[in-house]
């Protein structure tokens, strides 16, 4: 089978809370965790990177408080370096912010990993992979955009395939051991193809969140890691 595979069987399944109701959020969340997420998605918007606001700090921190899932946080705000300490106080396990946002990268993914977090950066569907050289010893994990960000439901950019394999096997070759997240568009229509290109973390919105019943989604995709095996 594909020697890009052979992590098909640890793939993480990322709920992006985006989609959730927050009218019953709570209720959302205890969903999900009993429907078999391994991490929560959380993305921050600040209405100036992208087109849209989302939750802020106080919304975060309730969240942590009811929720036992890892929460992955996906800052798309201009200056990142300004949310750190607060998610750090919160708690939270993953913080990625957009290469485009900061001019010393280096500085801020040591700054998070300083606190204990899994530190990582994004690179939307049009960012080149190579901007990733010179800290890919440095990060935790990376997250490729398979859609522009700032509004969820959109579907899936097809050439970020060929971004996930590149990044996948400069990974192998260095011997690096950085996790690929991908986000954006990820249904169980394409999970396999993502897998086998070598994405560790999927995140899904409203391919989740949109259906009656989490658990079976979260199944299907866990399921494309097992097919991906046998491709």
């Given amino acids: 089978y594909n020697i ?8 993480k399944i990322a709920p992006s809370l985006l989609s959730a109701d ?19 998605h959380l993305d921050v918007m600040d209405g100036h990177f992208v087109p849209n606001l989302t939750f802020g700090m106080p919304v975060i921190q309730a969240i942590k408080k009811y929720s036992k899932l890892p929460l992955d946080v996906h800052l798309m705000v201009t200056n990142p370096d300004f949310y750190i300490d607060h998610l750090a106080n919160i708690g939270v396990d993953y913080i990625s912010f957009h290469v485009e946002t900061e001019y010393h990268i280096n500085r801020l993914l040591n700054k998070i990993k300083e606190k204990n977090i899994k ?3 994004v690179l939307n569907p049009a960012t080149n992979w190579n901007q990733i050289e010179y800290v890919a010893d440095i990060m935790d994990f990376i997250l490729l955009m398979t859609v522009n960000p700032g509004f969820g439901g959109q579907s899936f950019i097809l050439n970020c395939l060929e971004k996930i394999r590149i990044i996948s096997k400069y990974k192998t070759i260095r011997k690096l051991n ?14 396999s193809n993502l897998i086998n290109a070598g994405a560790d973390i999927l995140v899904a919105g409203s391919y989740i ?16 890691s097992q097919n991906c095996l046998t491709d």
């Fill in 178 to 191: 950085f996790e690929i997240e991908v986000d954006g568009g990820v249904t169980d229509q394409n999970a």
């Fill in 209 to 224: 969140f949109n259906s009656n019943n989490y658990a079976q989604q979260i199944r299907s995709l866990k399921l494309c």
């Fill in 119 to 121: 530190s990582g950066i």
């Fill in 4 to 11: 890009f595979c052979m992590n098909a069987n640890t793939v």
């Fill in 22 to 40: 927050f009218g019953r959020l709570k209720e959302e969340i205890s969903q999900i965790e009993n429907a078999g997420a391994d991490l929560l």
